[in-house]
């Protein structure tokens, strides 16, 4: 595929890293529904478990072979050789949801005694298993608030007593719910500037941004995460993760997702080839989607304030942030109505076109209330301190035509 690096992702989407010819010609990559593959000798197999187990180094272009779809599968291989294009990876894994992607980094880059930093607000299933899982084998976690400096984010290191044993900064930018915005360049600098004798990993989930909008790996993160039930699936249909960096640390990502056997299957891999051939369009139409109902909201009298990245203000300390991070305000918005749960509730019951669920991402429009849903087990002072709080509402924007949505939310408040 050396002759088409010059070709955009969303035009390889359609064929990069597929042979045809291997598959009796079928112009899409066929479902790879088996549990193993058979090796025409048996120093060929040798071969195989030694590289797929870390035994012996692979060699310089040396193409990876099938073993048993725990540890590779086809649809996987291809799928996750189009995900590098995406965030300008070496290599990617992807496993059975997002949590997934985001437990298994955690246990291969952090042991008992160790120390990890990570960034609040948070995704709720990554701020418990932090929380009550890495508790139990005694990792110990620092926290630190979106909008912190640097020299406060240092302090909390310092000041812990645990800097030398810190190993990974964790961050999720645009946080979740609120799209506070954590500058990647600064956890890479702090990353650095605490790594010693041993290396301060630097993980960033991306999911709000895409891969479309954001790519970490160029600010200086190690990994990306993502989960990919979200945009990369887009399709609510799919539960999905995926995670890309250099090849050596995606090595040892996935020799632990061997283990724990967290890998997605055939069905899976093929369902998000299929879907990453729509991404950009599909991302496209739910930031133009997303821009509308933004504009609607600031202006509505029930709406107390909007959590959109295209509302950042030039003076604003988050606008440097924004303005190189991302290349779009994306599609995900909350605001805070006039009230509290009572009010925000009855807002939810009365949408007709806008579904009530969790999740985002998809190409219908969601609402739901972070508060006592997704971040239902984040403690209240931490939920409080971050703005998400009983007020606070979410939106996905789907690819609905905009007036329609508009429309919905419209008659919705009216009922407040």
Same mark, same amino acid.
């Given at each position: ?9 969303? /035009?390889?989407?359609?064929?990069? *890293?597929?042979?045809?010819? =291997?598959?009796?010609?079928? +112009?899409?990559? @066929?479902?790879?529904? &088996? ?119 240092? /302090?909390?290191?310092?000041?812990? *007593?645990?800097?030398?044993? =810190?190993?990974?900064?964790? +961050?999720?930018? @645009?946080?979740?719910? &609120? ?238």
């Amino acid at each position: 595929m050396s002759d088409n690096k010059n070709f955009k992702p969303e /035009s390889l989407m359609m064929s990069y *890293g597929y042979q045809p010819e =291997l598959s009796v010609g079928s +112009i899409k990559c @066929p479902i790879y529904q &088996t549990s193993t593959f058979t090796f025409p000798n048996a120093e060929f197999g040798k071969r195989l478990f030694s590289v797929a187990y870390g035994l012996e180094e692979p060699e310089i272009n040396e193409p990876q072979g099938l073993i048993y779809s725990r540890l590779n599968n086809p649809d996987l291989q291809i799928l996750e050789e189009r995900l590098t294009l995406w965030d300008n990876a070496e290599a990617g894994a992807v496993f059975d949801s997002g949590m997934a992607a985001i437990t298994t980094v955690l246990l291969e880059f952090l042991k008992p005694g160790d120390t990890l930093l990570c960034s609040t607000p948070t995704y709720g299933g990554t701020d418990h298993f932090i929380n009550h899982i890495l508790d139990k084998f005694q990792i110990n976690a620092l926290w630190f608030q979106a909008g912190a400096s640097e020299e406060e984010i240092r /302090s909390i290191v310092e000041e812990s *007593g645990k800097k030398d044993s =810190l190993r990974l900064i964790y +961050i999720e930018t @645009p946080a979740n719910p &609120t799209n506070a915005l954590i500058d990647i360049q600064m956890c890479r600098k702090l990353a650095d500037e605490f790594g010693g004798e041993e290396t301060v990993y630097l993980a960033v989930d991306n999911t709000y941004m895409g891969p479309i909008w954001s790519n970490p790996i160029d600010h200086g993160a190690d990994l990306v995460l993502y989960s990919a039930t979200k945009y990369i699936g887009g399709h609510s249909d799919v539960i999905a993760g995926a995670c890309l960096g250099s090849a050596a640390l995606i090595q040892r990502v996935k020799i632990m997702r061997t283990f724990l056997g967290n890998m997605a299957d055939a069905w899976t891999g093929w369902l998000l080839m299929r879907s990453l051939e729509t991404l950009k369009v599909r991302m496209e139409a739910q930031a133009k989607g997303a821009e509308v109902v933004a504009e609607f909201l600031k202006n509505h009298p029930k709406v107390e304030k909007v959590y959109y990245l295209g509302f950042i203000e030039k003076s604003h300390s988050d606008y440097a942030i924004y303005q190189r991070q991302y290349s779009s305000a994306g599609a995900m918005l909350s605001f805070d109505i006039k009230g509290g749960e009572k009010e925000a509730f009855t807002f939810l019951n009365n949408l007709k076109l806008i579904k009530l669920a969790v999740s985002l991402g998809g190409t219908e429009s969601l609402a739901q209330h972070p508060y006592s849903m997704t971040h239902a087990d984040v403690d209240s002072e931490t939920k409080n301190r971050n703005s998400v709080t009983e007020k606070l509402i979410r939106i996905s924007v789907g690819i609905e035509n905009p007036e329609d949505l508009v429309f919905d939310m419209s008659q919705s408040l009216e009922k407040v």
